[in-house]
C-alpha cells in the first residue's frame, strides 16, 4: 500500500515556474514508476511525465517536453515536477501516481493516486 500526497501547486503567471512534490508513504516507494497527470475541468486525465523506479527512464507527453522536469529522491520518498515556462494551457489539478512496470503512460496502469494539487497560470 502506497500512499501519496502533492504539494506545491499555486498561482502563477504565464512564463513562471513552479516545483510540485509528491510524498509517498510506505516502505516500497523505491521500487514503483512513478508518473504525473492533470485534469483540467471538463477534459480527461492526462499523462504528463513517469521515471522509473531508479529514475534510469523517464517519459513526457510532447505538450511539457523541454518545459517539466521529472525526478525523484528515493531516499526522501519523494518524486518532483519542475515546471518552467509555464503557459496558460498547463492549468489544471496535477496528480501524482505509482504503478508497476514501465511506460506507464495511462492512468488505467497506475495503483495508486494522490489527491491532486491545483496549478493555475494566468496569462
Known amino acids: 500500500q502506497v500512499q501519496l500526497v502533492e504539494s506545491g501547486g499555486g498561482l502563477v503567471q504565464s512564463g513562471g515556474s513552479l516545483r510540485l512534490s509528491c510524498a509517498a508513504s510506505?516502505?516500497?516507494?523505491?521500487?514503483?514508476?512513478m508518473g504525473w497527470f492533470r485534469q483540467a475541468p471538463g477534459k480527461e486525465r492526462e499523462f504528463v511525465a513517469t521515471?522509473?523506479?531508479?529514475?534510469?527512464?523517464?517519459d513526457y507527453a510532447n505538450s511539457v517536453k523541454g518545459r517539466f522536469t521529472i525526478s525523484r529522491n528515493n531516499a526522501k520518498n519523494t518524486v518532483y515536477l519542475q515546471m518552467n515556462s509555464l503557459k496558460p494551457e498547463d492549468t489544471a489539478v496535477y496528480y501524482c501516481?505509482?504503478?508497476?512496470?514501465?511506460?506507464?503512460?495511462?492512468?488505467?496502469?497506475?495503483?495508486?493516486w494522490g489527491q491532486g494539487t491545483q496549478v493555475t497560470v494566468s496569462s
Open positions: 501516481a505509482a504503478g508497476s512496470g514501465w511506460g506507464l503512460t495511462t492512468p488505467s496502469r497506475y495503483d495508486y
Open positions: 510506505g516502505r516500497t516507494f523505491s521500487t514503483y514508476t
Open positions: 521515471i522509473s523506479w531508479r529514475a534510469t527512464s523517464t
